[in-house]
């Protein structure tokens, strides 16, 4: 896709000022019918992109220019299928390098359709005030500089694309500016030649002056001389061949394009200067002073009457493009992100404003890095502890649980490091790990409502819900967690108080005297914890504690948590080099219907 070939089209188109664009659709094989979006000046559009180029002639029959932007290896194939259609008239072909046989080909069944081609190896033609193809005429002050945007009185053909852009400068500086211009390409078989278009500029009573710029090699200028010999030509035209310090040289010499080289004295720049200067075009002494010949012809043009001179129209107002507008500081956006927790832009990184430097010096340990991230703001000694102490005793819980099997058979299937984390991770949810933020909910839900412990069990029991939080495959009240002791012993040594925790524990006492393995488990732990935490350590008020259950931090700590372990378990794998994982047909029951009932074709 040629984006922004297109997007400098759009933007001449309204340089111009155009009603509406010039382009009518695009056409890319490797993409689904859509719609592509542009900019029209401020605005924004939406230009049809087809998949097949059948549909968009189709459905576009006032398009009858094609530009193809397709390499050398499917350009003579896409300019063929394209020649299949009568509705297209002119072509042109951006790509150099095209076989010569093929170019050939092209050229003589677009001739036999009366298609008229632009290039091989072109950068297009542009008409100021009207159109452009792809990139001609270079960026937007460019365009203005060389006053593209309305016509004058100049038409130009040039086989160069690039000396075709110094052309457009030349003459803008030196007469009332360009007509038309069009460079037929580099390659030695252009699909268009320079009699054509300069017939065409003679028949057009708004051009009064013509400018060619040839090159080394072909003999297509002769073509022009005989032109003007014979009369068909009678219009000013001042010419130049560049290309001629290849006599310089004692072997023929290949320039940049495949047709700029000599093949005899006839195709040397000199020889083809020499025959225009002859038959009357103005030829100047060399290429420095073509604008002051230009210049020359042009002033006996206004003298004679033959161009009279238009007031100025003053180029209209061009949008800037953001990257050229920011370089040059005049204009300010709204970010498309928002931070509040880091800037890596300064002397050093800062972490919610703090220094790395200090965060170091401090000792603030993981605990507090996280409370910086996380909670933008520096949590009291005890309650980074507390966050570090969450991160320890969730890092791991052994291969069998789901998410670290998951990440065991992955690494075991030959994965990298991060497919296996993430295969582990994606097994977190309400049945396994992720029961941190309901289990807080639920009980600050019915703490804050004033349920007593009884009331919520018996609430939870009439709506079919399980108390998140609350039992364990194999601890109980008499075989209970560790982790969990660890963590009740620490938050009420330090914690300047429990009150959900205490709550918590009340209702394990309700629901472990139904079922000894119905505890407090260290997710429903971590959660009623965290929860008084926040509430009481001084930092957040009720809402911003609260809004961090919601948005789910608490769920954080068991994923960053367990995330160190199925690392543990992806590297241990890989260290013991273990192969590919089947699950033994022995540990699964296969249960087949005994019975078929149905269609049965007997």
């Known amino acids: 896709m040629q984006s922004r070939a297109v997007q400098s089209m759009l933007d001449f188109d309204y340089c111009c000022r155009r ?19 542009f900019y029209w000046g401020h605005k924004e559009i939406l230009i049809p992109l087809y998949k097949n180029l059948e549909d968009g002639i189709r459905k576009h029959p006032e398009a009858d220019i094609m530009i ?23 072509i042109a072909i951006i790509a150099e390098g095209i076989p010569e046989a093929k170019t050939r080909e092209l050229i003589k069944t677009a001739d036999e359709k009366g298609v008229t081609i632009i290039g091989p190896a072109t950068v297009g033609g542009v008409k100021p005030g009207c159109f452009k193809i792809g990139n001609t005429g270079g960026m937007l002050d460019n365009i203005l500089s060389s006053k593209l945007y309305r016509p004058g009185s ?3 053909v040039s086989r160069s694309g690039g000396m075709s852009n110094e052309l457009n400068n030349i003459i803008a500086r030196t007469t009332d500016g360009i007509y038309e211009g069009v ?40 073509d022009i001389c005989a032109a003007i010999q014979s009369g068909r030509i009678n219009k000013p035209l001042v010419a130049w061949c560049i290309g001629t310090c290849a006599t310089m040289f004692a072997s023929e010499v290949q ?14 720049s000199a020889a083809k200067n020499a025959a225009l200067k002859a038959i009357g075009a103005h030829v100047p002494d060399n290429f420095d002073v073509l604008g002051e010949k230009i210049r020359e012809v042009f002033d006996r043009l206004v003298e004679s009457g033959v161009v009279v001179p238009q007031a100025e129209v003053p180029p209209p107002t061009v949008p800037m493009d953001y990257s050229w507008a920011r370089e040059l500081g005049i204009i300010r956006k709204p970010a498309s992100f928002m931070t509040s927790i880091c800037d890596e832009r300064g002397h050093e990184l800062l972490y919610a404003g703090m220094p790395i430097t200090e965060i170091f010096e401090q000792d ?27 991160l320890m005793v969730t890092a ?19 994965k990298d490091l991060v497919s296996s984390l993430c295969s582990g991770l994606l097994t977190i949810g309400d049945r396994f790990g992720g029961a941190l933020d309901a289990a807080a909910k639920q009980f600050s839900d019915a703490y804050d409502k004033g349920l007593i412990p009884m009331e919520f069990v018996n609430e939870m029991r009439k709506q079919g819900k399980l108390i998140m939080g609350i039992g364990h495959r194999v601890k109980s009240i008499n075989n209970p967690d560790m982790r969990v002791k660890i963590l009740r012993d620490y938050a009420h040594s330090t914690f300047p108080a429990t009150p959900l925790l205490d709550y918590a524990t009340k209702v394990e006492k309700i629901t472990t005297s139904k079922k000894p393995n119905l505890i407090l488990n260290v997710d429903g732990f971590i959660g009623v914890a965290m929860v008084d935490m926040l509430r009481n350590c001084g930092c957040f008020s009720l809402e911003e504690a609260n809004e961090y259950v919601e ?5 954080g700590l068991f994923v960053l948590g367990r995330s160190m372990g199925f690392i543990g378990h992806y590297l241990d794998q890989c260290r013991l080099k273990q192969g590919l994982y089947r699950h033994p047909w022995d540990d699964i029951s296969y249960i087949m219907p005994e019975n078929m009932t149905g269609y049965n074709p007997m």
């Open 154 to 156: 100049v038409a130009y």
């Open 68 to 90: 193809s932007f397709a390499s050398l290896r499917s350009a003579y194939d896409s300019t063929m299928d394209v020649l299949k259609f009568p509705q297209i008239r002119t």
């Open 551 to 555: 948005i789910g931090a608490l769920n």
């Open 255 to 268: 320039f940049g394009h495949a047709g700029a080289c000599a093949n005899g004295e006839r195709e040397t």
């Open 183 to 222: 460079a037929i390409g580099g390659d030695r078989y252009p699909g268009s030649t320079f009699i054509q278009h300069m017939l065409r500029y003679q028949d057009d009573p708004e051009v009064k002056m013509l400018v060619l710029l040839g090159e080394v090699g072909g003999t297509e200028e002769y």
């Open 19 to 37: 009603s509406e664009p010039s382009v009518s659709a695009m056409v890319y094989p490797f993409s689904g019918d859509h719609k592509q979006k």
């Open 396 to 414: 791991d819980h052994g291969p069998a649980v789901s998410g670290a099997h998951n990440c065991i058979v992955t690494a075991r299937a030959g």
């Open 364 to 390: 603030m340990g993981i605990g507090g890095v996280l409370s910086l991230l996380w909670f933008q703001r520096r949590l009291p000694p005890y309650a980074a502890k507390f966050i570090e102490q969450c």
